[in-house]
């Protein structure tokens, strides 16, 4: 089965870009278009898309919000949203990943580096490339708590190992590599960071870590 991809900008020359990248791979299929928010919240009830190629700015509504009504509690569908972004619009992404969105890719990214996202989030992982969500969170530092501030109750429910799984979430890390630095299995990774989320009341990876900062719990720079 192919993944089914809706794409959201409201500039036509890189919608069709971004078409002729993405149709040229076998496993996915572009099922549809949209130039705003709105129209991107019509276009996942009538075509059902896995991925959601969703830019931020766009007239009448923006991305977060689209994002928010796609993927906010009570939806039941199959779509994941991909954001697109330029790191001016950083604060943007931010929002985004708190209305749901399983990630976010640099609109300049290489076309390798797009398909790859969006078998990522379609296979229900959350992309969260390292590089980019230290800039991210180094940007908006002074916004995080200090971690001075008193442990948020939620984390008191998770085990020692669930925290430090946690805290290498925050930094990128992969399951594979958490497993190596943790000297466990990939198993055993997943399922401590499946405790983490069902705990936490997150809805995947990206969550997490925004959770992890926002708590405190790991602050930027911090290794």
Known sequence: MAIRVLLVDDQPLLRTGFRMILEAE???????????????????????????LMDIRM?????VEATRQITGPGRDGPAKV????????DEYVVEALRAGASGFLLKDAPAAELVQA???????????????????????????????EPVPDALNTLTDREVEVLKLVARGLSNAEIAADLFVSETTVKTHVGHVLTKL???????????????????PGAQ
């Not at 991909?82 to 619009?89: E, R, S």
């Not at 959350?126 to 001075?148: C, E, F, N, Q, V």
């Not at 009341?201 to 602050?219: I, K, P, W």
């Open 201 to 219: 009341q997150l809805r995947d990876r990206v969550q997490a870590a925004v959770y992890a900062y926002e708590s405190g719990l790991v602050r």
């Open 59 to 63: 007239p009448r509504m923006d991305g």
């Open 82 to 89: 991909l954001v697109l972004t330029t790191f001016d619009l």
């Open 26 to 52: 076998q496993d996915i299929a572009v099922v549809g278009e949209a130039g705003d928010g709105l129209q991107a919240i019509d276009q996942v009830r009538v075509l059902q898309p896995d991925v959601v």
């Open 118 to 148: 969006i078998r990522v989030v379609a296979a229900g992982e959350a992309l969260l490339a390292p590089s980019i969500t230290r800039r991210l969170l180094d940007k908006y530092a002074s916004h995080l708590p200090s971690g001075d």
